[in-house]
């Protein structure tokens, strides 16, 4: 049952099966009455419109993950800097 949430979001192509799939696992984790559960079974019922628009284009946050963590690092090298404008000049040179 635990791994059976990653499976629909690895397998399901459309917004309207994952719906489905995402009810039916609500209905077994009720039936099954393990409370641990519960919590994310009403988190998806709570969120489940924002979750199922991930359905629409299947894209994931990477990029700009990988972009915060370029600007973290270029923070780092320049702690105690004091003009903010060479700051950012510098942070649109690197990142052009």
């Given at each position: 049952?635990?791994?059976?949430?990653?499976?629909?979001?690895?397998?399901?192509?459309?917004?309207?099966?994952?719906f489905?799939?995402?009810?039916?696992?609500?209905?077994?984790?009720?039936?099954?009455?393990?409370k641990?559960?519960?919590?994310?079974?009403?988190?998806?019922?709570?969120?489940?419109?924002?979750?199922?628009?991930?359905?629409?284009?299947?894209?994931?946050?990477?990029?700009?993950?990988?972009?915060?963590?370029?600007?973290?690092?270029?923070?780092?090298?320049?702690?105690?800097?004091?003009?903010?404008?060479?700051?950012?000049?510098?942070?649109?040179?690197?990142?052009?």
């Amino acid at each position: 049952m635990t791994q059976e949430l990653s499976w629909i979001f690895n397998t399901t192509i459309d917004k309207i099966n994952a719906f489905s799939r995402l009810a039916k696992r609500a209905d077994k984790v009720e039936q099954a009455g393990f409370k641990s559960f519960n919590t994310v079974s009403r988190i998806i019922k709570i969120h489940h419109k924002k979750i199922l628009n991930d359905f629409d284009k299947r894209s994931s946050s990477a990029a700009t993950k990988s972009f915060n963590a370029k600007i973290r690092t270029f923070r780092s090298q320049f702690t105690g800097v004091g003009d903010i404008n060479f700051f950012l000049f510098r942070s649109t040179k690197l990142f052009d």
